[in-house]
């Protein structure tokens, strides 16, 4: 019998502030493994910020965060959290190929030389084939599109083996073929026992992707199915969709 495992991702209490402007307050979020939630909010509701705290890029005034059991510096430590950032907070001018911010997922098990062994490369090519970017692999990652970029920063995270992906709206700007691509990979992961939490404005979508879903508007208003949090009344809740005569 395996020994009972800690939630993949463990929010608790969780409130951020930016000087006077409350980012998250008290959001608790709790994901195990195998499951795919959605994170749906309007802008400024706070799911970036909650993506950064979860890897610990931003210091919560408040409450904790447990990957796999661990803090989020040791689990990126572990190569345990692989993390899509938003396109608005990525420099797209660093000059390296579509291969090369692929390999940094394998930062991690290189040593301090970084020299790539077989197993890297390996590893570096079936995330490449799996987005289906191998023809693009020697491109300069600023000379792709924006889908196509979103799908080299999956690969990374696919490389690095990671059990836990954060996306932060990997389909923002993304054709269907490409959002199909994605979101039948984010399946075959969770299938294979990955936990995801992947923000998303692509509500038609949300069922087919995910098992779960959250409305965050700086709190968690709702963690349910993505049926229930599609209803009308309760999407009225975080995107103030109601009108007043
Ligand atoms: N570095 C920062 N400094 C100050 N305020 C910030 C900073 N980053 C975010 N904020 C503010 O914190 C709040 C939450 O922002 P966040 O980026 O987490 O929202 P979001 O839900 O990701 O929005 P979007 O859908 O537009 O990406 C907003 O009011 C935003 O203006
Ligand atoms: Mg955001």
Redesign the pocket.
């Known amino acids: 019998m395996s020994p009972r495992r800690a939630p993949a991702i463990d929010v608790r209490d969780l409130t951020v502030r930016?000087?006077d402007?409350l980012?998250l307050d008290a959001a608790t979020l709790v994901l195990g493994h195998g499951r795919v939630c959605g994170l749906v909010?309007?802008?400024?509701?706070?799911?970036?910020?909650?993506f950064?705290a979860v890897m610990g890029m931003v210091r919560p005034d408040r409450g904790t965060v447990l990957l796999d059991g661990a803090p989020p510096a040791r689990a990126r430590r572990a190569q345990a959290v692989g993390y899509v950032p938003?396109s608005?907070d990525v420099d797209w001018a660093f000059p390296l190929s579509v291969r090369d911010v692929v390999m940094t997922g394998r930062y991690g098990y290189q040593g301090p030389t970084r020299r790539a062994r077989p197993a890297d490369r390996a590893a570096v090519d079936h995330a490449l084939d799996r987005v289906e970017l191998t023809d693009l692999a020697d491109r300069q990652i600023g000379a792709l599109s924006g889908g196509q970029r979103k799908r080299a920063f999956v690969a990374r995270g696919l490389a690095q083996g990671a059990t836990i992906l954060l996306l932060?709206?990997p389909f923002a700007g993304v054709d269907k073929r490409s959002e199909a691509t994605i979101s039948t990979l984010l399946r075959e992961l969770a299938a294979d026992g990955a936990a995801i939490l992947v923000?998303t404005?692509d509500l038609h979508a949300l069922p087919a992707l995910a098992d779960e879903a959250v409305l965050?508007q700086q709190r968690v208003l709702l963690h349910s199915t993505p049926d229930e949090v599609l209803r009308p009344e309760n999407l009225a809740l975080a995107f103030g969709l109601e009108i007043t005569p």
């Open positions: 930016y000087g402007v980012a909010g309007m802008n400024g509701s706070g799911k970036s910020t909650l950064k938003q608005e932060d709206e923000s404005h965050l």
